[in-house]
């Protein structure tokens, strides 16, 4: 095998007429005619001057054509960096600086404000649009459709994944095609994918779930995926009688229960329901099976690792649990201060290793060697507790972070910016509950004595810097912070005081 990652989910389908991607207005892309495209990029990325192991850095919306970047990229040994498209520019400029990426693919409406930023890094810029069309599309389209793959091992990187950190400086947590194809494999058998598997897939392409978790059990599986560009709930419901899977975050699922046309019979058809990304409530996993008779089968990864733990495909999924260690992946509760593994059922620090945990964080030994240990188990900063019949539950997180509808957001990067508003003497940023995302975010003020901070122009401030998913959905001033006695700031008491403000 001359590339694994590529020749085992992309090369095995090239002569394949099979139906790949069902895409909206009723198209559809075959496995071939999706392959004759990768391989053009491929050899567009290769006669700009990529070589093996150079960086492809991605800013676009959800396309085949995006997926084929990522095929193109695994074809031509290239590593693939895929962006969250709610990025602002000065987000975006900190990944192709630190990744070193040697191009930038962004759509038309993002172009003028990447100018800059590709030139100041030495980067190339090339437009690819959610409808096909821009500068890489048609450079690569007189290209030949197919390519000679490059080879590569299971040693070497497929993908940088940036990951936000509790210091507020992102972090490239680098994966091999050995982490994402043992991923694929160990899920493919432990869901039952077959070729007979439609996906329901209305995931964003640029993290793991979506990407590395949908994307690549449907090709491993030789199934296919209706690709919808993002969640429409009326687009699920019309497109679920055609599926036989669905994977999502909690956010979809207590959004398709909040609609009277999610009935029994709409998913009688349905094989199997995934959620992850962020804690899934026993409450809507039980409110799931009332509605549906289906029981939803919880898993639990990072971004740093892939899957590490699924509920059972035979067998109980038990509610509020995300199940146990999947094949291959060993996993340990600890103490946080001595690293001692601790007694069954205490609670404790997640630890994990095996072949689908990450080769470190991009030029940065230090981060990978706190969260890294040398024999191998990557602390993952979740609490978690296993019960007497081996089932993890995910109790907590020693890290300071927030998820929201599914996305990671770092409190340290919100409150480095507040820090610095005008009349702003210190702030803390903190999740509460919210109804649709699971957790929102909130921003606590402390005033400079005798200032007023203005907290309009404060949001609008942000709103250059920050995604619009990391933007506090609310400002509050307190005249100070609660702290312990060691002057450490209590977010846990802070979360108590706005628990039930209803954001
Ligand atoms: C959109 N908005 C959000 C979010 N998404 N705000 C906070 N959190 C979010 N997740 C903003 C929009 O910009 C908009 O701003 C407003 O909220 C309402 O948008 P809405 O139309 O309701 O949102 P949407 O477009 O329907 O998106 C919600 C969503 C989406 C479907 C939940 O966020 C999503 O697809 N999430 C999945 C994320 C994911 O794939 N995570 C996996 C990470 P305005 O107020 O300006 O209108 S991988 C991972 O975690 C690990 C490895 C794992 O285990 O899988
Ligand atoms: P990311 O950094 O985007 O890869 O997010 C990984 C984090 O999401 C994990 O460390 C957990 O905190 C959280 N997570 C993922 N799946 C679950 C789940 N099923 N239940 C609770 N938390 C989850």
Redesign the pocket.
Known sequence: MTNPLYDTLFGQHDQSSAVFLHLPGGKTLSYADFLGMAAQYAGYLTQIGLTPGDRVAVQIEKSPQALAVYAACAQAGLVFLPLNTAYTAEEVAYFVENSGAGVVLCDDRKHSDLVPIARRCGARLETLNGDGSGSFAQHSEPLPQTFETVTRSEDDLAAFLY?SGTTGRSKGAMLSQGNLLSNARTLTNAWQFTPADILLHALPIF??HGLFVATNITLLAGGQMIFLPKFDLDQMIKEMPRATTMMGVPTFYTRLLGDARFTKELTAHMRLFV??????LAETHVQFEDRTGHRIL??????ETNMNTSNPYDGERRAGT?GFPLPGVELKITDSQTGATLPQGDIGEIEVRGPNVFKGYWQMPEKTAEELRSDGFFI???LGQIDADGYLS?VG?SKD?I?SGGY?IYPKEIELLLDEQEGVLESAVIGVPHADFGESVLGVLVAMPGAAPDLDQITAKLSKSLARFKQPRKLVILPELPRNTMGKVQKKALREQFATTGW
């Open positions: 990951t993290h793991t959620s992850g990304s962020a804690p899934l919880e898993r639990y990864g990072m971004t995300v993952t900063g979740d995910i997180r972070l998820i990671n």
